[in-house]
């Protein structure tokens, strides 16, 4: 598991290898209030598959970057 921060948040990939083959996407927004821990999970859509971990892990990357900016912005209804 890699740990990243984007704008104050950490964001940990955890992008799974499928049985079929080739990696789909998955990351968690880890929020800490200094009084609770909330863990969002991103995950890609069923039909995405990646060729690589990396590329998996970028695009878990890319959604969570998109999560936290619409959570920062109002964009996602949240905020």
Do not use: C
């Not at 704008?7 to 009084?35: C, F, M, N, P, Q």
């Not at 060729?51 to 959570?71: F, N, P, R, S, V």
């Amino acid at each position: 598991m890699k740990r990243k921060s984007y704008k104050d948040h950490v964001v940990e990939l955890l992008s799974h290898r499928r049985r079929s083959g080739g990696w789909y996407s998955r990351a968690t927004v880890i929020i800490d209030d200094g009084k609770t821990v909330k863990k969002i999970p991103i995950l890609s859509r069923r039909r995405t598959r990646f060729d690589t971990l990396l590329e998996a892990d970028a695009y878990a990357m890319e959604l969570a970057k998109l999560w936290i900016d619409g959570k920062i912005w109002g964009g996602n209804g949240r905020g």
